[in-house]
């Protein structure tokens, strides 16, 4: 009999992921006595032993933890003695505020895998087998803390084998709250199609060896699925999709189908058969030039839920992936949602799990075997980051207007949502509201502070102003900043480098080619790009040829009505005379110090492109163009602050080889950084759509290995709410 107690408490991802069940073996491993419960801060545990039995006891909980579990903190207490005749897992304390870690969507586990295709397992071949170490997380989460009745399984009643399995604290299915099968689970439906339950795989299979294109509602939400061997059925896709060019996704039966398709690193294939599952960008080989149009990169990922292992084996080809939405909608989470797109897809896939909180699929590359997010959804998200320091007060950040997300902070962390989308319709920012009020109903949470971007126009700031709690502004490129140096707990200053598309600056004018002094007290821009006008305004964005005639008038000014070169052949004789009319008088033409716009002038200049049907198509086409045996750059200077390129556009301009002109181009932007790096002699910390060019970014870590890129968050503005919330702190 002992006479010490013992309270331990446990905060992080300790909630849904087989964590008192793993507790409960322990205890009795180690022969206590004494209960753990889930509450709303994470898990709580008493027992009574001596203290060396728990110092063993701790040491087995840190080195043992469950596959998706994760300890952000353990607290241990000796208390006043209490009785306990045995070792209980009891029922959840409701009370408090949340601070359990929500546990994000992971892909199925090699023992449910084995058991969906044993014929003798009861659970063989269905297509939502689950237990505690995978599948749905937070996307059938109402609130926390996690229990069934929390969740869209409330509305499956368990069978009794179901419910010896979940009662079993010894069971791998004790507490899945996902846990069903055949007799009381979710159901398929082939919409419009009689087929027994048990044949819906095959007649699916069956259509998309036809040529179908399916409409297939997955995790987070729908999938438009073809053979990606089939041409007519790619193109069929884009042409009702109306995606002339931008790159499909396509989903791969097993790593041996992968390897088919692409070049695969080891750490990349480490990432592609990680538990989370994303869609991993890689060198394509033996691929339909449709999947990816003009870029020799392919996005490819693996099965993640059991209804994708069981359509791939049966198919065995690659799947043409993408998520199913509306332009600028958010991807498609119910019926009503899904049948807007009902002229694009021939057949509809469903199942009647209710997806509460809609999340699209993360997409990672691999850069210097640095991890790079570019899109934090599935799999990584929600995600929890902890602070270097205290936040004042419970604070809201809105984030940005595109590649949008939203995050809470309170105490040392902040909670950041998965990626968002564009907030250009309607649709979409109901979606964004959502997210907010998803967030803070499951976290019991009401902010005291909001903060948004400085753009007035941005649809996440409006939404902030008329917030009835106080109110701050943090400029747009040093939340940039701000969120790479809170993933790293930085707490000294840096020479942050901020290159993205656009972003409001202080003086009113569009950044995105900075340079700037950071810390949590504020920033000092000490360099940026010149500034250049956008031809058009927002028509600049989808048409590089307007940002290279305009860096070209800057050049040459009239001359350019009689030069012939790419650009200039892009428009008509009385189009230009027009276009520098506007030019000379600033008609609709924003100025811009924008690193974002310079490529798309690089790839007017040099005929790579000259009209975008997608964001980012300029830098991708450029990747293809770069020659590393290409050493040389090209002129530039730096004077108060002002960095020149307009020697680098007059350079462009003459030089007779595209590819020649890129790789200079591409170098030069490496020697500007080197340069700055040099002069200011901090911490270098990198962000901006921009660093998600593989070749830049490829190009800036090897000749400054030291420089700094968030693993956790997007470059692009998915991470700009982190970098909000901490921008406030005093």
């Keep these: 009999m002992f006479n010490n107690t013992y309270k331990l408490t446990i905060k992080g991802t300790v909630q849904g ?50 596959l998706l579990a994760s300890i952000e903190r353990l607290d241990c207490e000796e208390i006043a003695y209490q009785a306990f005749n045995d070792f209980k897992i009891i029922e959840t304390d409701r009370k408090g505020e949340i601070e359990v870690n929500i546990p994000p969507d992971v892909s199925i586990c090699k023992a449910c895998e084995k058991e969906l295709f044993d014929p003798a397992n009861r659970r063989y071949g269905y297509p939502f087998i689950t237990c505690t170490h995978c599948g749905v997380r937070y996307s059938i989460i109402y609130d926390l803390p996690y229990d069934r009745v929390n969740t869209s399984m409330k509305f499956f009643e368990m069978c009794k084998a179901c419910q010896e399995e979940y009662k079993n604290p010894l069971d791998r299915r004790y507490h899945a709250q996902p846990i069903g099968c055949w007799d009381c689970g979710a159901s398929l439906e082939l919409v419009g199609r009689i087929a027994p339950i048990p044949t819906i795989v095959d007649e699916t299979v069956k259509l998309i060896k036809q040529g179908k294109i399916l409409a297939i509602k997955g995790v987070g939400g729908y999938h438009l699925v073809c053979d990606a061997t089939n041409k007519k059925a790619i193109q069929t896709l884009r042409e009702r999709k109306q995606r002339p060019t931008k790159p499909f996704a396509v989903m791969v039966k097993d790593i041996d189908m992968a390897r088919d ?54 198919l065995n080809r690659p ?38 909180n ?74 964004f509201k959502e997210n907010i009020e998803n967030l803070k109903r499951i976290y019991s949470f009401t902010p005291e502070l909001i903060v948004h971007d400085k753009h007035p126009n941005y649809e996440s700031s409006k939404y902030a102003k008329v917030q009835e709690i106080e109110r701050k502004e943090v400029q747009h490129h040093y939340a940039h900043i701000l969120g790479v140096m809170a993933e790293k707990q930085i707490t000294q200053k840096v020479l942050g480098v901020a290159f993205d598309g656009t972003g409001y600056g202080d003086d009113g004018n569009l950044w ?12 000092e821009c000490v360099a940026h790009l010149n500034y250049f006008k956008l031809l058009g305004g927002s028509k600049a964005i989808k048409e590089p040829k307007r940002v290279a005639l305009s860096l070209l008038f800057d050049v040459y000014e009239d001359e350019v009505l009689s030069l012939e070169n790419a650009t200039t ?11 520098y009319l506007m030019w000379k008088k600033g008609l609709n033409a924003p100025l811009s110090s924008s690193v974002g716009r310079l490529f798309d002038a690089v790839a007017s200049l040099t005929d790579v492109c000259q009209v975008m049907s997608f964001e980012g198509e300029s830098g991708m086409q450029m990747e293809e163009f770069y020659d590393a045996s290409v050493t040389t750059f090209y002129e530039f200077s730096l004077k108060d602050g ?51 060019n593989r070749v830049l970014l490829g190009l800036v870590l090897e000749r400054i290995p030291t420089a700094i890129i968030g693993n956790k968050i997007p470059p692009n503005d998915g991470g700009i709410a982190l970098g909000q919330v901490v921008g406030n702190i005093r």
């Design 17 to 66: 992921v087989g964590f008192r069940p793993f507790i409960y073996t322990l205890a009795k491993r180690y022969l206590l006595t004494g209960t753990v419960s889930n509450g709303s801060f994470g898990v709580e545990i008493f027992v009574n032993t001596d203290s060396l039995t728990l110092k063993q006891f701790l040491t087995a909980i840190e080195f043992e933890l469950p």
């Design 261 to 314: 398709l692409a070049h695969i690193s080891p750490k990349e294939e480490e990432i592609l058969s990680s538990k989370e599952r994303p869609i991993v960008l890689l060198n394509s080989k033996n691929i339909d030039e449709n999947i990816a149009p003009n870029i020799s990169r392919i996005g490819l990922f693996l099965p993640y839920t059991p209804l994708h292992l069981l359509i791939l084996d049966r």
């Design 319 to 356: 799947l043409v992936a993408t998520s199913a939405n509306v332009t600028d909608e958010p991807i498609a989470t119910n019926r009503q949602s899904i049948e807007k797109l009902s002229k694009v897809y021939d057949h509809l896939l469903d199942h009647n799990r209710e997806i509460v």
């Design 358 to 431: 809609g999340c699209d699929d993360s997409v990672v590359m691999v850069v210097k075997e640095q991890e790079i997010i570019l899109r934090r959804a599935r799999g990584y998200a929600p995600v929890s980051i902890e602070l270097p320091f205290n936040l004042e007060k419970k604070t809201l950040a809105v984030g940005a207007n595109q590649k949008s997300s939203v995050a809470i902070g309170f105490d040392n962390r902040v909670i950041l949502s998965p990626h968002i989308g564009d907030l250009d319709g309607i649709e979409s920012i109901e979606y």
């Design 512 to 523: 995105g080619g900075e340079f700037m002094l950071c810390d949590y007290e504020g920033y």
């Design 569 to 579: 052949k892009a428009f008509t004789p009385s189009e230009l005379k027009t276009q």
């Design 642 to 692: 002002i960095i020149d390129i307009l020697p680098m556009i007059k350079a462009i301009n003459e030089e007779k080889d595209s590819a020649m002109a890129i790789s200079k181009f591409f170098n030069t932007l490496v020697e500007i950084i080197e340069s700055l790096h040099k002069k200011y002699d901090l911490p270098l910390v990198l962000s901006g759509g921009v660093f998600q």
